[in-house]
T-cell receptor
Framework: AQTVTQSQPEMSVQEAETVTLSCTYDTSESDYYLFWYKQPPSRQMILVIRQEAYKQQNATENRFSVNFQKAAKSFSLKISDSQLGDAAMYFCAYRRKGADGLTFGKGTHLIIQP | DSGVTQTPKHLITATGQRVTLRCSPRSGDLSVYWYQQSLDQGLQFLIQYYNGEERAKGNILERFSAQQFPDLHSELNLSSLELGDSALYFC?????????????FGPGTRLLVL
C-alpha cells in the first residue's frame, strides 16, 4: 500500500520569508500524481499545486513551487514570500494512475509570524 | 468556492443512529469521491463513484454505504454510529474520474456522535 509521510507536524516562518515543507512517499508504481492541498481554519481543502511523476520539470504556481525527486520519493513544497494568508494545514497527497482516491499525509501546520 | 456542495454543514446525533450525508458535484463532473477526516485517522479515502457506478473502495467500513444517483448527486449513509465516527466528511468531484484530474473538495459535513 502507498504511504505518504510528512515529518514536520508544525513549521513556523516569518512573514515574507521562505519555508519548505517536506513530504516523502512510498510506492512501487512508476506513474502517479502528487498534490499539495491547503486547509485553512475554514476547513476547506484547496489545491495548491500538482506534479505528474512522468514530468521531470518541477511544478510552479506563483509563490509555490515543488522539489520533486522521483528516485528519492520526495516531494517538498517551497513557499516564497510567505504571507499571513498562507497560514494553514498543508497536506501532501499521492494518487496512482487508475481509479483510486488520494492518499494523504498527516499534514504540516504552518504558522506565519508577522 | 469549489462548486461542490454538501449538506448538511453540521450534524449531531447519538450512538446507534443512522445518518445520510449529501453531495452535489460540480456541474459536468461525473465522478464523486468521499473522504473522512478525523483526529485519529487523518484524511482517508472512503469510496469513489463514476456516473452512478462504484469505481474504487478505500477504508470504508461495512456500516457505511454510498450511492450516486442519475442526477449525479451522491449520498453517504452511515449506520450504527459509534463515537469514533465523529469526523469531517468531505466529498470531492472530478470530470472523468481520472488520476490526473484535480479533485475539487466541498466544504464538508461535520458529524458529531454523542
Amino acid at each position: 500500500a502507498q504511504t505518504v509521510t510528512q515529518s514536520q507536524p508544525e513549521m513556523s516562518v516569518q512573514e515574507a520569508e521562505t519555508v519548505t515543507l517536506s513530504c516523502t512517499y512510498d510506492t512501487s508504481e512508476s506513474d502517479y500524481y502528487l498534490f499539495w492541498y491547503k486547509q485553512p481554519p475554514s476547513r476547506q481543502m484547496i489545491l495548491v499545486i500538482r506534479q505528474e511523476a512522468y514530468k521531470q520539470q518541477n511544478a510552479t504556481e506563483n509563490r509555490f513551487s515543488v522539489n520533486f525527486q522521483k528516485a528519492a520519493k520526495s516531494f517538498s513544497l517551497k513557499i516564497s514570500d510567505s504571507q499571513l494568508g498562507d497560514a494553514a494545514m498543508y497536506f501532501c497527497a499521492y494518487r496512482r494512475k487508475g481509479a483510486d482516491g488520494l492518499t494523504f499525509g498527516k499534514g504540516t501546520h504552518l504558522i506565519i509570524q508577522p | 468556492d469549489s462548486g461542490v456542495t454538501q449538506t448538511p454543514k453540521h450534524l449531531i446525533t447519538a450512538t446507534g443512529q443512522r445518518v445520510t450525508l449529501r453531495c452535489s458535484p460540480r456541474s459536468g463532473d461525473l465522478s464523486v469521491y468521499w473522504y473522512q477526516q478525523s483526529l485519529d485517522q487523518g484524511l482517508q479515502f472512503l469510496i469513489q463513484y463514476y456516473n452512478g457506478e462504484e469505481r474504487a473502495k478505500g477504508n470504508i467500513l461495512e456500516r457505511f454505504s454510498a450511492q450516486q444517483f442519475p442526477d449525479l448527486h451522491s449520498e453517504l449513509n452511515l449506520s450504527s454510529l459509534e463515537l469514533g465516527d465523529s469526523a469531517l466528511y468531505f466529498c470531492a468531484s472530478t470530470q472523468q474520474g481520472l488520476a490526473r484530474e484535480t479533485q475539487y473538495f466541498g466544504p464538508g459535513t461535520r458529524l458529531l456522535v454523542l
